[in-house]
């Protein structure tokens, strides 16, 4: 901008200070435009930097009741010289190989097709971004998993070291593991990824515990009441490094959330609404069976479990009768719908509530530290998928805690795509939490009332809103992705870069691990209050009557049928 166009902006600025005190905004807006039209070669740009003095005008008016940091969150350098950590991966289905290429190891053919897509389209930086991530100074020692597809796909992402696609040079193959409990006897391999379905998750994490390996545990921390109790015993016990999969921990826009709650800036917060949307096969748990897949490459007794884990599995669920939720003699027979669909079933499953309410709920217990609920109520059904499942497509539960005169509604459904945002409502404010963050002043507010009623707040529109550096929409390949990327969880910006969340989830994690002095943001204790919130939640819709919380005893009450 020349010397004479910035004098002119001022002019105009002067002009409109002085004349549109009593002028509605529109007309305000009118005015400016018209005189900065007399200047020349000002044009969007001159008004954009009258928008902005505007702006910055406004957040001067209101730093007495709204002030937040200016300060971006960063991330700090890996400790140098550190330790070279050895992994290795309990199943490489869908999620297990996501987190591997989080810490930097993806199959050539993955790579192939990121390589392809960046020459068709210059903004597709995928391949770049992988290429360029930071190194964690970890080896890939050992895979495991039941299936020999996923196996090979496992191995040859560890191999791949150079970040290859088809045709690279690669590097020594991790070894293949058919049983994981010979991996956890490995003396090559210091820690261990657990990305099995829910029905081992706790059985896998106490094993490798006791083995002395650390543990990353895909959530939810486990798939019945009683294991939950004895997983935390364990990993207190042994002292190893523990850290639960809510890469929500990591989201930038989280930590500015929990800014303005820390701040009171909302008021007082006495409703909270959390929710699942969905509306593809993909996103209610029906994956493609993979062609390779049959009795010889899946080894079916391993997936079960064995006979007196099944019994402990029945006899959980007969005490309180629900047997009608499980399939003894269906659990039996081989399955490849229930192999890799095995989400919709009780049998293997923690439904709803374990897969994605503990996003949610993670969430809210970051930002506000809600603990586990007094109560939970739960209604719903299968009304969609009519498949055979026995897992609900529609879920509504209610969590109370009267401790922090607040209620959390969970509502989901995976047959409508509607989106609806995560909502933190005050007395004052109310705050929508997701890839961004949006603040609207309440009307009827007593912090900000005073600002109402001279016009500088203009309630129920965006007063605050919160923007991640993106530039770009990211590709996505399923509506599971899209549903994650709506809520932040997918990437994260620091410092002005963009960080894959999966990726700064288990960087922390490996930090831990190296400087025994730092605690990892999801441990145990983080892990037990998910978990037990999800139970509760599960029990109150299976039992159809609200469960309670005595946390003298720390046990879950039943209360009387709905």
């Not at 261990?192 to 083995?211: E, G, L, N, R």
Request: net charge neutral.
């Amino acid at each position: 901008m020349t010397p004479e166009d910035k004098t002119a902006l001022e002019g105009a600025n002067n002009n409109e200070d002085k004349k549109n005190n009593a002028l509605p905004e529109s007309q305000g807006r009118r005015k400016v435009i018209k005189a900065l039209a007399t200047a020349p070669v000002l044009g969007a740009l001159a008004y954009g930097v009258y928008s902005k003095r505007k702006f910055d005008n406004t957040k001067k008016d209101v730093k007495d009741v709204f002030n937040l940091s200016g300060e971006k969150t960063t991330i700090a350098p890996l400790k140098p010289n550190g330790e070279q950590i050895r992994l290795g991966i309990i199943g490489c289905g869908i999620r297990g190989k996501q987190l591997l290429k989080a810490i930097g190891f993806a199959t050539p053919e993955y790579l192939q097709e990121r390589i392809d897509a960046a020459k068709k389209n210059k903004k597709d930086t995928r391949y770049d971004d992988f290429l360029h991530q930071e190194d964690l100074n970890v080896v890939l020692a050992g895979v495991c998993d039941i299936f020999d597809t996923f196996a090979e796909e496992g191995i040859a992402a560890g191999a791949n070291i150079n970040k290859e696609g088809v045709g690279g040079t690669y590097g020594q193959a991790p070894k293949r593991y058919r049983n994981y409990k010979e991996m956890l006897a490995a003396d090559d391999i210091d820690a261990i990824i657990v990305a099995s379905p829910d029905h081992w998750h706790s059985t896998m994490a106490m094993d490798a515990a006791k083995a002395g390996k650390h543990v990353y545990l895909e959530k939810p921390l486990s798939w019945t009441v009683p294991e939950t109790y004895m997983v935390r015993d364990v990993i207190k016990q042994t002292g190893i490094v523990f850290q639960l999969g809510h890469q929500g921990r990591q989201v930038d826009s989280y930590i500015k959330a929990k800014e303005i709650l820390d701040k009171n800036l909302l008021g007082q917060v006495t409703l909270v609404e959390v929710c699942t949307n969905r509306n593809d096969p993909n996103g209610a748990w029906v994956y493609d069976i993979h062609p390779t897949a049959n009795p010889q490459t899946i080894d079916w007794k391993q997936f079960e479990g064995d006979e007196t884990r099944v019994k402990e599995y029945m006899d959980y669920m007969t005490k309180y009768n629900l047997e009608k939720y499980v399939g003894p003699d269906e659990r039996s027979k081989f399955s490849l719908e229930r192999f890799f669909r095995w989400r919709c079933w009780w049998d293997y499953s923690t439904g709803l509530s374990g897969d994605l309410l503990t996003h949610e709920y993670d969430a809210i217990n970051q930002l506000m530290g809600v603990g586990i609920p007094h109560s939970a109520t739960s209604s719903g059904g299968v009304y969609f998928f009519k498949d055979g499942r026995t897992v609900p497509d529609v879920l509504q539960t209610t969590f109370e805690f009267p401790d922090k005169n607040m209620t959390m509604l969970y509502s989901a459904t995976l047959a409508s795509d509607r989106n609806r945002g995560k909502v933190i409502m005050g007395h004052d404010a109310s705050m929508e939490v997701g890839d961004t963050l949006t603040v609207k002043v309440d009307p009827r507010s007593t912090r900000y009332k005073e600002k109402i009623e001279k016009g500088i707040i203009k309630p129920n529109v965006p007063f605050y809103t919160y923007v991640p550096g993106k530039d770009n929409v990211d590709a996505v390949t399923s509506a599971t992705e899209l549903y994650f990327a709506q809520r932040g969880l997918l990437y994260s910006y620091l410092g002005g870069k963009r960080y894959d969340t999966t990726f700064l989830h288990m960087r922390e994690w490996l930090e831990c691990i190296r400087d025994r002095n730092k605690k990892p943001s999801c441990d145990i204790d983080a892990a037990f209050e998910e978990a037990i919130t999800a139970h509760m939640g599960t029990r109150a819709y299976l039992e159809g009557r609200t469960m309670y919380w005595d946390k003298d005893k720390e046990e879950i009450v039943r209360g009387e049928f709905s």
